[in-house]
C-alpha cells in the first residue's frame, strides 16, 4: 500500500504546519501563567545567568524548570515490510509514523514502547536492540526508538490510529511522515537491518 518512490527527507515543518491547521495548540511547549503549587501568579526570572529565564513563584518560591519529555518508538517487520499507523491525533494528525508514545513516570522506556505498540496497532513485540535517541534543538520531546521483533498479535488500528500498513524501504511515505524522528529513525533503521533492499 501506499506506494510513494519519493526519498525527500521531510524536515519536519510539516508537523508545525499541519499543528496550525488544525489549531493545535502544542501542549509540550506550553507556557504556565500560573504557580502549579499554590496558584499565584508566575514572573519571569533570570535565576542563573548561563541558563534561559525560568518562571518563578513570588509567594512559594516553586520554580517552573520545562524539563523535556520522554517518548518511546518501536520499529518492526511483518513479512519483511516495517509496520507504519496513521495518526489519529494531534499532532500529525493523519500523518504516518512507526509505533510509539509518552513514557509514564516510574514506567521503563522498554515497557512504554511495548504498551504503546500494543495499544497503537494491536502487535505483541519484543525489544530486540535500542536503534538512537533522537533529540532536536528547540523541540521538547526525546524519542528513543527500539528494533523490535514481532511476536504476537495481529496487525489492527487502535482507537487513536486511522490506519495501519506495511511498508517495504521503497515503499515509505516520507512526505507524509509525522516528526523529524519518524525520517531520521526509518533511514537509519532501513541502513541497519533492510540494506539490500534499498
Ligand atoms: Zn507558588
Known sequence: MQKTICH????????????RTHG???HEDIHY??????????ETQVIKSLEPERSVCRR?????????????????TLDGKIILLKRGIEPAYGR???????VD???TVEAAGIRETKEEVNLDVKIESLLNVYSYQGRPVIVIVYAVRVIGGDLRAGDETIDVGTFG???I?????????????????INRYLPSEL
Open 173 to 189: 511515505p516520507w512526505q507524509e511522515l509525522a516528526f523529524p524522528s519518524t525520517g531520521d529513525a526509518l533511514r537509519e533503521y
Open 33 to 42: 501563567r500560573f504557580c502549579p503549587v499554590c496558584g499565584h501568579a508566575l
Open 169 to 171: 524501504p521503497e515503499e
Open 105 to 107: 513516570r516510574g514506567e
Open 8 to 19: 525527500d527527507r521531510g524536515d519536519g515543518m510539516t508537523n508545525e504546519t499541519s499543528s
Open 60 to 76: 512559594c518560591g516553586y520554580v517552573v524548570y520545562p524539563n523535556p519529555k520522554v517518548a518511546v518508538g518501536t520499529l518492526g
Open 96 to 102: 504516518w509514523v512507526f509505533p510509539g508514545g509518552y
Open 24 to 26: 493545535f495548540q502544542n
